[in-house]
């Protein structure tokens, strides 16, 4: 079993910047493939980065809507993987949502946390 907590969200204007962090448990964190969503109001959620692990570097991926603003990264012996998120719009404002995929292929993430809440005022 896995168990996810994110923290890091807030209130903050346009333009401005914040960390997600997701704290995981598990022995064998660092083989996982992590990944954030993210589900406004009357939206449906959607894919915002994943990282996988493999043994020359992590492979990371991001939705065009947050490309060259977010980062994804890990920190396999904290067993956390974190997003940052930079230049941030009006749009961004969701709920966010740390997952993992234990089969380490970002494909079928079948542990979430509850997820923390981002709100970028205009």
């Known amino acids: 079993q896995v168990q996810l907590v994110e923290s890091g969200g807030g209130l903050v204007q346009a333009g401005g910047s914040l960390r997600l962090s997701c704290a995981a448990s598990g022995r064998t964190f660092s083989s996982y493939a992590m990944g954030w969503f993210r589900q406004a109001p009357g939206k449906e959620r959607e894919f915002v980065a994943a990282i996988r692990w493999s043994w020359s570097e992590n492979s990371t991926s991001y939705a065009d809507s947050v490309k060259g603003r977010f980062t994804i990264s890990r920190v396999n012996y904290k067993n956390t993987v974190f997003l940052q998120m930079n230049s941030l719009k009006p749009e961004d404002t969701a709920r966010y949502y740390c997952?993992?995929?234990?089969?380490?292929?970002?494909?079928?993430?079948?542990?979430w946390g509850q997820g923390t809440q981002v709100t970028v005022s205009s």
């Open positions: 997952a993992a995929d234990p089969s380490g292929r970002a494909r079928s993430y079948n542990y």
